[in-house]
């Protein structure tokens, strides 16, 4: 594999009219691994070459020495600008999301203090590299190791200052255990608790190293508690995942049908209650689904932000008051526009001024309601141990149209009769 690395670096080399076709048709661990055996002129003349994209995915697959000498080859300061924001965004997200299997850990558990090198090159040229990476950072790192940009281990430090200069870093490679950073909550702290390594490299979906965690600075999250107590402290419970069988689907769901289906008959009695002014002011029944429709919509956009700032760990029932009064701030003001028109439709259309008022003054309560139901029960939700995605949206669909419905019928009841 590196003697397939080492031939297509020549071939880019020196066939300068075929450089770039011939680099993009590897994939890019491979890209990766054949620029770094390239002169700094030729990497230089690739950059130039390469979209911004393109340079991004080089980029990714390199430690963020390599990347950092690679961006300084590229000549345009605006575009060298523009891809380092959109490679730290991008990494940003990437570890945020990785980070969500505990509402407490935080962007410094993950490290960037590594070096990856290809299983070719020997210990002294590592050497070289520890020692500029000390001299720049001040920590020595860990020594990762690539066969045409795939990892395929690591040469602990110690090992290597015991060998021979000229010892290849392929014969010192040890195993690593790694874990993709769009991994279950679940599947992640299984392998933080269960793992007898130091250390876990966290890969890209493309397979490049994303950073490094630590085992033991991991666990201590938890505070010692033993495996089995890791789930419902996380308050992560065993949610249903898209290729489970039939039989398990069907156990998951029917609990939560049934449920719905009692909650169905709660907003009916709504309509039993209020049946004498439903009687009298049949033209109600048309703004019966323009209530639930639109409680139903902004709950969904409310509880849509929640359920991601829980699973990318950045909001709690803890830390949730500012984020809750926001969403009934905006519930407050998105009310009062969509009431404003559908008042003014009502008004037109039916030429019934207290109409309109009795369906404005419906559509900002039940905004109220989607604002507050779409944010808390989620919260509650997960606080509890359940899958705040499977199991909120029946009680949140319960809240607006019940309450939606209460609403409607009894504005009209207390100003149209």
Not at 92 to 119: C, G, M, Q
Not at 288 to 312: E, S
Request: aromatic share 8%; charged share 20%; with cysteine.
């Amino acid at each position: 594999m590196a003697t397939v690395v080492v031939e297509m670096a020549k071939r880019v080399t020196y066939n300068a009219k075929e450089r770039m076709s011939a680099l993009r048709s590897l994939d890019v661990p491979e890209q990766c691994a054949v620029f770094l055996e390239l002169s700094p002129y030729v990497q230089q003349s690739i950059l130039t070459q390469l979209k911004t994209g393109e340079i991004i995915d080089l980029l990714d697959h390199m430690d963020m020495q390599e990347a950092q000498h690679a961006l300084a080859k590229l000549p345009d300061a605006r575009k060298r600008e523009r891809i380092l924001k959109r490679l730290k965004g991008e990494v940003k997200e990437k570890v945020e999301y990785f980070l969500r299997f505990h509402p407490k850990a935080s962007f410094d558990l993950i490290t960037f203090n590594y070096i990856f090198l290809a299983a070719n090159k020997t210990v002294a040229y590592a050497a070289d590299l520890v020692d500029e990476h000390y001299e720049e950072t001040g920590k020595y790192p860990e020594i990762l190791v690539h066969e045409a940009g795939v990892l395929v281990g690591e040469v602990p430090l110690s090992t290597m200052v015991r060998s021979r200069n000229a010892a290849k870093l392929s014969s010192l490679v040890q195993d690593i255990e790694t874990i993709s950073y769009q991994s279950e909550v679940s599947d992640t702290i299984e392998t933080l608790v269960a793992s007898e390594k130091k250390k876990i490299v966290v890969l890209d979906q493309d397979t490049s190293v994303l950073g490094v965690i630590y085992t033991e600075s991991a666990r201590k999250l938890f505070d010692g508690l033993p495996a089995s107590s890791l789930y419902d402290f996380a308050g992560v419970d065993d949610s249903e995942r898209p290729f489970d069988s039939v039989a398990k689907k069907v156990n998951s769901r029917y609990r939560w049908l049934i449920l719905n289906l009692v909650t169905t008959f709660i907003a009916s009695s709504v309509l039993l209650m209020y049946q004498g002014t439903l009687d009298a002011l049949t033209i109600l029944t048309i703004y019966i689904p323009v209530i639930a429709g639109m409680g139903g919509n902004a709950a969904t956009q409310t509880f849509a932000i929640m359920v991601r700032g829980l699973t990318l760990g950045t909001i709690s029932l803890k830390n949730a008051a500012p984020a809750i009064w926001r969403e009934i701030a905006a519930g407050f003001l998105n009310g009062i526009m969509i009431g404003a028109i559908v008042a003014l439709v009502s008004a037109l259309w039916h030429g019934e001024p207290l109409l309109g008022l009795v369906v404005a003054m419906a559509l900002i309560c039940v905004h109220l309601v989607a604002a507050v139901s779409g944010a808390v029960i989620p919260l509650l939700m997960k606080h509890f141990g359940k899958d705040p995605a499977a199991t909120s949206t029946i009680f949140i669909s319960t809240a607006t149209d019940v309450l939606g419905l209460l609403f409607l019928l009894g504005f009209a009841t207390l100003i149209m009769l």
